[in-house]
């Protein structure tokens, strides 16, 4: 079983940077805004990620502790050595630092759980995580990263709230929907990021644009594209056209919406949805 899970982790990363047209990301069309990026620095930084993935597992697999916020610290430090991995192999391009993070509770989480429902492998996410905005965001002076600033800023919770809360973009959002989304595999995980992208208020881009004002700009424009039905109809293709010029424009970025489109293809793939 644990094999599954490896799998699906790795797929999971090449499948989310092999989907297109993504606006404001990396895809094989295009590197939008991200000029020192190319698919192929995503592929070999996915490839570095492979001891990483490994060692979580057995992590995991060993644990018999009784808290399962203990796990999560067992793991961390594999998370820290995991980005000088992903770094040497990008030539210094943070690639997948947000999927580091995200992915490897879910990886622990599943391990430990011995389970291929979702809904049991997020249960223990929650175990893992409780606590963690209080201790890394509430208890914390010196705010140094754009999660850590946007929390002293505007009270944004970032990845750490929604690993904390057990995903609930991916359970609640995002799987629903790509389960039930008709079309091509790509299509389908194109319209999930923009679904996600819509619940999701993005540290990424919050970062880049300098204020959360961007949130609602961005959301009205992915609202117009459902309502013209999606990546289904001509009309909604043109209108995602104009919310990658927009992007490109304004050099925003969905990195963070990326990072949750990554986990619901994981969960797609070891419930056998893909």
């Known amino acids: 079983m644990i094999e599954n899970y490896l799998q699906a982790a790795l797929k999971a990363l090449i499948y989310e940077v092999?989907?297109?047209?993504?606006?404001?990301?990396?895809?094989?069309?295009?590197?939008?805004?991200?000029?020192d990026m190319t698919v192929f620095t995503f592929i070999d930084s996915s490839f570095s990620l492979e001891k990483y993935f490994l060692e979580v597992s057995k992590t995991a697999a060993q644990f018999r502790g009784k808290d399962l916020r203990d796990l999560f610290y067992q793991i961390r430090p594999l998370g820290i050595q995991a980005e000088k991995d992903m770094y040497a192999a990008t030539k210094g391009v943070n690639t997948h630092k947000g999927a580091i993070f995200s992915l490897g509770i879910v990886l622990a989480a599943s391990v430990y759980s011995k389970s291929l429902k979702t809904e049991n492998i997020l249960t223990v996410v929650k175990k893992m995580m409780k606590g963690i905005v209080t201790r890394d965001l509430e208890n914390k002076k010196n705010f140094q990263t754009a999660g850590e600033i946007q929390f002293e800023k505007y009270r944004l919770t970032g990845i750490r709230g929604q690993a904390e809360a057990g995903f609930p973009i991916v359970s609640c959002f995002a799987l629903p929907f790509f389960n039930k989304r008709k079309g091509s595999l790509n299509d389908r995980l194109l319209d999930t990021l923009l679904l996600i992208a819509r619940h999701n208020p993005d540290s990424n881009l919050i970062k880049r644009a300098g204020n959360p004002d961007v949130i609602e700009k961005v959301n009205s424009q992915i609202d117009e594209y459902f309502d013209l039905g999606g990546s289904q109809s001509q009309a909604g293709r043109k209108q995602l056209e104009k919310i990658n010029n927009y992007f490109n424009r304004f050099n925003l970025s969905l990195g963070g919406a990326a990072d949750m489109l990554i986990l619901t293809i994981y969960f797609a793939l070891i419930e056998k949805n893909i």
Request: charge should be negative.
């Open 18 to 35: 092999s989907v297109f047209p993504k606006p404001g990301l990396v895809d094989p069309l295009d590197n939008s805004t991200h000029p």
